[in-house]
């Protein structure tokens, strides 16, 4: 009998303490998005927001995309994350995509994940014109590629991260790159311990 009780309390006890702390529920606010983030000096939502309305912008800026007669058909392929760390590097060509097309004067065409970036496209193109009722679907006249890439410095006290993010626009047909940009961040933590 004393066994079954001790029993029922130790459950009881258990119960108790899940109710109090495995049940409770975090206080959760929802916060501004477009607020500057630096819960850490690692890639933030700042970065990745930063970066795809600048480099965006600059591709609407260039004459390839400005002083276009009718809007570009372009491939978005991959931009590579070059870093120590875990970058979403879709997210960023996601963003840049949908600025893009927003704006009215890029069309994209979809993606072949199979396919290498410039000579694919291009040999892509020469066997879809070969095929003609497939040339539609490989009459790209422009395709964007890039690379994330850091350089991280920590000391006892301080901890430095520099991103270089780099964008192009290629020709396929000629592999010509048209167009290139970069986007720098540099940040720098008093605690190095805290995000690294």
């Known amino acids: 009998m004393k066994k079954m009780r001790n029993k029922i309390w130790l459950a009881a006890a258990f119960f108790s303490c899940l109710l109090q702390f495995g049940c409770s529920s975090p ?7 477009r607020a500057v983030e630096t819960v850490t000096s690692a890639w ?95 009459d790209t006249d422009y395709i964007i590629t890039g690379t994330v890439r850091s350089i ?4 006892k006290n301080v901890a430095d991260l520099y991103y270089l993010i780099t964008l192009e626009l290629a020709d396929p047909q000629s592999a010509e790159i048209v167009w290139a940009d970069e986007q720098e961040i540099r940040k720098v933590s008093n605690n190095p311990k805290i995000g690294w």
């Open 152 to 155: 991280r410095k920590v000391t």
């Open 27 to 33: 206080n959760v606010e929802y916060g501004d998005a």
């Open 44 to 138: 933030g939502s700042t970065d990745l927001q930063g970066t795809a309305e600048r480099m965006a912008q600059s591709l609407l800026d260039s004459r390839y995309i400005a002083q276009a007669v009718a809007p570009p058909k372009v491939r978005l392929r991959e931009v590579r994350n070059q870093t120590d760390e875990h970058i979403d590097a879709k997210a960023i060509t996601d963003k840049i995509r949908i600025r893009l097309l927003q704006s009215g004067r890029v069309r994209f065409l979809a993606d072949n994940a199979n396919l290498d970036q410039v000579f694919a496209e291009r040999d892509l193109t020469e066997a879809m014109t070969r095929r003609g009722e497939n040339k539609l679907l490989a």
